[in-house]
């Protein structure tokens, strides 16, 4: 047999709307993700991925599931929620004895729209204000703090969950919202 490593982290890192031609491990040579780059250089990163739909609830779906929009019957973020009889990635994990933890860059994937199925901790607890990145944006820190959070935040977060799990193997999920305000 093969001298196959066991996995005992995952961590799934979605990034909102950022091209894979911005990122220095997919070619850029005028990134600026080098923390970004040296996590995939140490992990597994893949080439061709491709989303099923250019919309975040949808996408992350299809992303946690497996299955197409069609299928789980989540078309877009307004007014749908993942059905309760999907199964998700979290909770194949869960059921296989990992730990679980979700931390959320925007309220498009609060745990009300059903993505938190199998999630034993998911953070979603959005808060003003929001430190905006510009001051051309200023006048929508309230509604941004109730709506995303930076990344910063997000990581800062993150670090603390996988702290929380110790030496357990886990799953954690990261979603950042940034990027859209560029």
Known sequence: GRNTPRV????????DTLRADHVGC???????????????????????AMTPVPVTLPAVSSLLTGRLPFHHRVRDNERYVLPEDEVTLAERFRDAGWRTGAVLGSA??????????GFETYEDAFQPPFPVYHASVEVFTEEFGRTQRRADLVTNLALQQAK????????LFVHYFDVHSY
């Not at 498009?108 to 199925?117: E, F, T």
């Open 108 to 117: 498009i994937l609060a745990s009300d729209r059903g993505i938190s199925q």
């Open 164 to 171: 929380t799990f110790g030496k357990d193997p886990y799953f």
């Open 8 to 15: 005992d982290t995952v961590v799934l890192i979605v990034i």
């Open 26 to 48: 997919y070619g850029s040579s005028t990134a600026t993700t080098g923390n970004l780059d040296a996590l995939a250089a140490r992990g597994l990163r893949f080439a061709n």
